[in-house]
Structures are given as C-alpha cells and as structure tokens.
C-alpha cells in the first residue's frame, strides 16, 4: 500500500519587492520565479562582500595602531581633550572676551602647552575659547586670566602659574586618556541632545 506523496504548503516570495505566493518546488526554495532567485543571490554576494571589506578596514585598523608613533598618540589625546573642552564649556561664552559668537571655538589653554607641557591635559588649564582671541590675540591673556579667576578661584590660579613637575606620558597611559575623553564627550553629547 503506497501513500500519495505529500503536497508542499504554499510559501511567500523571500525577496522583499516580490513577495507572492508559490508552491515550491524543493524544501530549501525561497523564492517564486528565476528572476526572485538572481536578486537573492545578489543579495547575498553584496553582503558577503560587505562583511570581507569591514574584516578589511578591521586589519587595516589594527595594522595602522601597530605603526602609531607616541607623538600620534599625543596628538590624538590632545584631539580628544580637546573636543572634551569645547563639549564641557558648550554653553559658556568665550573665556577671554566673554562674548558668544557664531565662529569657530577652540579648547584655550592660560599656561600654554610650548610654555609648560605638564598642564596640556590639565582641565583647570584648558577652557573654550574664541578662535579671534586664541589665534589672532594670543589667547588674549589678560582677560583669559581676569576670567579665569572668576571661574575657578584665586588659589586654583596660583596653582596653574606655579612650577610643576614634567610629565612623560606613556603609549598605555596616553591611549587610556584617548578613550577616557571620548567617553566623557560622548557622555555630555549624550545629556546635550
């Protein structure tokens, strides 16, 4: 006694443009016509095309932060620092001039960096500033420092204007203060939208 083979339930087209209903005509069959079939496969190749170039960009990542001098991860710590100034002071005029402006701003640091490395990352140090004032004016000291006393203290000042030791950061330590200040950005980017 042999039974009638059982009849495949009908199934919708996979390709998201077609979906139309067909009897398949092989379990593993997803789509209706041969035509549905090439956009599948296309589909597919895309994305596995997709999937080799970001493994790509990945090792090119990786073999780029290999090559990375200590003097670019300076400057990227100093990019990330920064950015993390302007993004803390975002709703502070400039530190000089005391204005609000459309223009550019920049991270203006009172000691500067040439004249004492030791407070580049310091957050007491570094405040937003108007492009005008830190380039054209030359950080316009005098008003920067008036300011800055109103901001921070008259003791904190005397602090920044006092001797400090030299620091020689590490590739470890300068990529933990990268990642550190990144995360903070975001955070006030995060709270800010």
């Not at 209706?32 to 994305?47: G, L, M, N, T």
């Not at 316009?140 to 920044?160: M, P």
Request: hydrophobic share 30%; aromatic share 6%; with cysteine.
């Amino acid at each position: 006694m042999s039974f009638p083979a059982k009849q495949p339930r009908p199934k919708k087209c996979s390709v998201t443009s077609c979906r139309a209903s067909f009897v398949p005509k092989e379990s593993f069959q997803s789509w209706c016509s041969p035509d549905c079939a090439v956009v599948i496969a296309r589909d597919r190749q895309e994305k596995k095309r997709k999937e080799l170039a970001a493994i790509g960009r990945r090792e090119i990542k990786v073999r780029k932060e290999k090559l990375k001098s200590r003097a670019d991860h300076l400057k990227d710590t100093q990019i990330a620092f920064n950015a993390w100034v302007r993004a803390r002071d975002a709703e502070l005029p400039c530190i000089s001039c005391g204005r609000h402006h459309q223009g550019k701003y920049d991270a203006g640091h009172y000691r500067t960096v040439g004249s004492n490395p030791a407070l580049r990352f310091e957050p007491l140090n570094c405040h937003r500033q108007c492009s005008p004032c830190n380039t054209q004016l030359s950080g316009n000291i005098v008003n920067y420092r008036i300011a800055l006393v109103k901001r921070i203290g008259t003791e904190a000042v005397d602090w920044l204007e006092g001797p400090h030791e030299p620091k020689k950061y590490t590739v470890d330590e300068l990529k933990a203060m990268t990642a550190e200040y990144r995360a903070k950005t975001r955070e006030l980017k995060g709270r800010a939208a």
